[in-house]
């Protein structure tokens, strides 16, 4: 569908494309000119279906417009003037609303008729709070005229037999506000009519088919509203002087008289009584080169002694030039308005005449003055703004009230004008005033918040009146379920409570709508923590939704600055909000985690109580509805079964109720916590192993220093005993150092208690570090290390003939007892090598064998060279000593190359091995001219 716009006063030529603007084609557009199509195929075929909507919009001057915010998701708004139905996508419906709520007064609109497919086009007025996209026949208090000639008021029948209305149609509504009656027309005709109206309604127009069409063609809205904002000439002190058409009121010129008594005060035409908002201007005026004389503007009963000032006791409410305010003969400073009733001191005389010491609170430019005041009836506040700016709001209003004017000069002249309804009420700074002059809102970082979070995003885009209200708001979810949003009056106080500040941590149970998530987190900041929750997923997504629509909405940062005591980044807060689906009555909810502050507006039992203490830390507060008490309660400790509560107001009205957790709730939330404790078992379990490898390898550590320091003080005492010459007579000091069990080492244990050196003690500390040893010795790179140590030391062992630096006498067997390795005989390293095929490694032979029914490795290296046996058994164990984590070596043997004796599988007896210990005895001080065979027996993992 292609829209074509044309506008001649600015020259602009537009085109959309299915509702989507595709931006300005032309400037400098002149005409005159006609609408044309050029058809290119003859199985083209074009149909013009907005043919009326060639109007001259320009000329509209009515105060109603079409709200594009307030659209069903299918429409297309242009100008606020034209709506076009362009897909169905949204639902068989799609209703549009007004931009004016009405609650008083005579308004009348004209709709005319561009297109209707059907019998499916609705017109009439109905209560905010309903789906957009949603069958008009089902809307609260529904009234319209049906494009079938059906009207219904307020629900009731009216008749089925009106004019079916069509393409060029005029549909005209009336609407009187004070009777509460609609009459509907059709081209001038009385259609039907009837009573019963709600209180406040809303234009609407509902379109069915695809192209439906209809324009706003002229409105007259708020004509009784502006005829009533005069100055009742029959309500004014003799000395005031109202003009013929009430708008204006001065003082007589012979007011100087001794009569006089130095003010006048004058009531407005019409008083407010009814639940509703009343704005009116009053424009003050007197001459620029004269002195500012003092004047009162405000609100006054209709019984008030008109020769007294406003505000004097039994006079309503007034507004000095100043800036104090003066309420039933007391009066108080605007600065003092959050405290007043405290501060406010009596008044005595006229209040016209008092002067403070504070300084005038209005700027007259060129002689004028403008100050705007807003009556609200429904939350009971008077709000005083000037120049666009508030000067502030009082609570506890209540009516019948008129509007009131004071004059003291001759010269000044007050005119009556009407206040700008529905656009300056609805904003965030009204409801923080209107929470302030309450008493709601005394934090500064919540009043911050609020200023920053809008609430109109939060509710349905056609309760937007309803949004700055301090009233909860109900809204209907898709999936049938009911979300209320509570009043802002308690979520002010109830976060105040909660006394939220940087860096702390928020839970929002049932976070519904997120209004409150959002204000939380503006006042904790990017460094808390701010968690909601909610159970069902329809709520969920539309508080994300709300989220990222707020995200996008927020003012530049350089903006928000400028408010006092916001967060330091607004964007990054509401960016590091968490929202989840679970059940605040699962165990666990929230994986353990534990809140400084938690908010919940639903109402709970008793029986609930401990499960939500249960996610407060020590110290930590919760504001909860318990039946019709909210309540602040104060955890008092680690016992969550210790606390303290308050009550801090009575709800009237419920927020909503907990939902109970479904079974498969519950059982999820059971496995949940069971894979959370596994996994918090396994990092435990790493962490107690990771520290018990630390402390062995420090022990490690330990004893490998040991080691060195004991090789080093052998090496010092041989040099001591060649040094003198001769070995001297008594004890040998060699054999005495390394018996000393101060300077020996642990003996070497097995693993495997079966395979353990002789004469080896086993204990638990022992045993752990042999079990840390062999796991090193068990690293591959570690083990290719450990044998080409092994080769060096052999090599360097067998390249020389040596066994001269040490006594000939010593025995190697005190050697590798005092190393913790014990000497295998060449039987033994025969039956553990037999039938078994060796493996080339690096130069040795590997046997992969068992011993004494454990795995072993049995090495052979072959020493062709003259060696000197005893120094092959020293050099081995200094290397040993050097080298602690070579921990699995069982044993090592010696066989001379030219004394092979033949293998027994089945070993020896035991005078057999006594005598070749002897033989080996013999043979190890010997050198062995023909070379030897190097066996090294080790555990193998």
Not at 51 to 59: F, Q
Not at 497 to 507: T, V
Not at 678 to 691: C, I, W
Request: charged content about 20%.
């Amino acid at each position: 569908v292609l829209t074509v716009g044309m506008d001649l006063t600015s020259g602009i030529l537009r085109f959309s494309r299915n509702g989507i603007h595709l931006g300005d084609a032309f400037t400098g557009v002149k005409g005159p000119l006609v609408a044309v199509v050029t058809l290119a195929s003859e199985e083209s075929k074009v149909t013009i279906q907005n043919r009326p909507t060639v109007l001259n919009m320009g000329e509209y001057t009515g105060e109603l417009r079409w709200d594009e915010v307030r659209a069903g998701r299918d429409l297309h708004v242009i100008d606020g003037l034209t709506v076009t139905k362009m897909s169905n996508e949204g639902g068989d419906y799609a209703t549009v609303l007004g931009t004016l709520c009405i609650a008083s007064g005579q308004h009348t609109w004209n709709v005319y008729i561009n297109h209707v497919e059907d019998s499916n086009l609705f017109i009439g007025v109905t209560v905010g709070g309903h789906d957009l996209n949603a069958d008009p026949q089902e809307m609260k208090s529904r009234t319209y005229y049906l494009s079938n000639g059906t009207i219904r008021v307020a629900g009731k029948l009216v008749t089925r037999c009106a004019e079916p209305y069509a393409e060029g149609d005029l549909v005209t509504v009336q609407l009187d506000m004070e009777a509460h009656h609609i009459s509907f027309f059709k081209n001038g005709m009385l259609q039907g009519a009837g009573d019963g109206l709600p209180e406040e309604v809303w234009p609407y127009v509902s379109l069915d088919n695809i192209m439906d069409s209809i324009t706003l063609h002229s409105s007259g809205m708020f004509l009784d509203l502006a005829q009533s904002l005069k100055w009742n000439g029959t309500k004014c002190c003799q000395w005031i002087q109202i003009s013929e058409d009430g708008t204006t009121a001065s003082l007589r010129p012979h007011a100087q008289f001794d009569s006089f008594l130095g003010q006048a005060t004058v009531l407005g035409l019409r008083e407010y009584s009814r639940p509703e908002v009343h704005s009116w201007v009053v424009r003050l005026e007197q001459p620029a080169n004269a002195n500012i004389a003092n004047f009162l503007v405000g609100v006054a009963p209709a019984t008030m002694d008109l020769n007294h000032s406003i505000g004097q006791e039994g006079c309503g409410i007034g507004l000095d030039y100043y800036g104090y305010i003066y309420v039933n003969g007391r009066y108080f400073h605007v600065s003092n308005l959050p405290n007043w009733q405290q501060v406010a001191k009596p008044c005595r005389g006229s209040t016209a005449r008092h002067k403070g010491k504070a300084g005038p609170m209005f700027r007259f430019h060129e002689g004028k003055c403008e100050i705007t005041l807003t009556l609200d009836l429904k939350e009971g506040t008077l709000r005083f703004s000037s120049g666009g700016h508030s000067i502030g709001t009082l609570a506890n209003v209540k009516g019948p009230m008129h509007a009131a004017l004071t004059l003291t000069s001759s010269k000044q002249m007050a005119h009556m004008a009407p206040g700008p309804i529905g656009k300056t009420e609805h904003t965030a700074e009204e409801l923080v005033n209107i929470l302030k002059a309450k008493g709601h809102l005394g934090n500064k970082r919540a009043e911050a918040a609020m200023l920053v979070v809008p609430r109109d995003l939060f509710v349905p885009r056609d309760r937007h009146r309803e949004a700055y209200r301090d009233q909860k708001v109900t809204v209907r979810m898709p999936d049938g379920s009911t979300l209320i949003l509570p009043n802002p009056g308690f979520v002010a106080m109830a976060l105040e409570k909660l006394a939220l500040h940087p860096g702390c941590s928020f839970l929002d149970v049932g976070c519904g709508s997120a209004y409150v998530t959002a204000v939380a987190a503006c006042m904790i900041g990017p460094s808390g923590t701010v968690h909601g929750i909610e159970c069902l997923s329809s709520r969920l997504e539309n508080a994300r939704s709300n989220l990222r629509q707020l995200h996008e909405r927020l003012p530049p940062e350089y903006v928000v600055q400028q408010i006092a005591h916001v967060a330091e980044s607004i964007q990054a807060a509401i960016s590091n909000v968490h929202l989840s689906l679970t059940n605040v009555l699962i165990p666990e909810c929230t994986d353990g985690t534990l809140y400084d502050a938690l908010y919940c507006d639903n109402s709970l039992s008793e029986e609930d109580l401990p499960a939500f203490l249960s996610l407060l830390k020590p110290k930590g507060r919760m504001v909860v509805v318990i039946e019709d008490d909210a309540l602040l309660i104060t955890r008092s400790g680690s016992n969550p079964h210790d606390y303290n509560r308050t009550l801090l107001t009575k709800i009237m009205g419920e927020f909503g109720e907990l939902e109970d957790p479904t079974p498969w709730e519950v059982q999820e939330a059971v496995q949940r916590i069971k894979v959370r404790e596994l996994h918090k078992g396994l990092d435990r379990a790493k962490t107690e192993a990771s520290s018990l490898r630390n402390n062995e390898l420090v022990d490690l550590q330990g004893r490998m220093g040991a080691a060195m320091q004991r090789i080093a003080e052998l090496e010092a005492a041989v040099q001591r005993n060649a040094q003198a010459g001769s070995r001297p007579n008594g004890v040998d000091d060699t054999r005495a150092v390394i018996r000393d069990n101060k300077y020996r080492r642990s003996q070497r244990v097995s693993p495997h208690n079966s395979a353990r050196s002789p004469g080896s003690d086993v204990n638990g500390t022992s045993l752990e570090n042999v079990k840390l040893r062999t796991r090193q010795v068990l690293d591959g790179a570690e083990e290719s290390m450990m044998h080409a140590q092994k080769l060096a030391a052999l090599e360097s062992c067998g390249s020389l003939k040596i066994g001269t630096a040490l006594h000939p006498h010593s025995n190697h067997a005190d050697i590798m007892q005092a190393m913790g390795v014990q000497t295998l005989t060449t039987v033994q390293a025969a039956s553990i090598a037999a039938g078994v095929q060796p493996q080339q490694r690096a130069g040795f032979q590997l046997y992969q064998s068992t011993f004494r029914g454990t795995q072993v490795s049995l090495w052979k290296v072959t020493v062709n060279q003259p060696v000197n046996t005893l120094e092959v058994y020293r050099t081995y164990s200094r290397f040993c000593a050097a080298h602690p984590n070579v921990c699995a070596v069982l044993g090592i043997c010696i066989e001379p190359l030219d004394t092979a004796q033949p293998m027994d599988e089945d070993g020896i007896s035991s005078p057999e091995r006594g005598s070749q210990q002897q033989q080996w005895q013999q043979q190890t001080q010997e050198i062995e001219q023909g070379g030897c065979h190097l066996w090294v027996l080790e555990e193998r993992h």
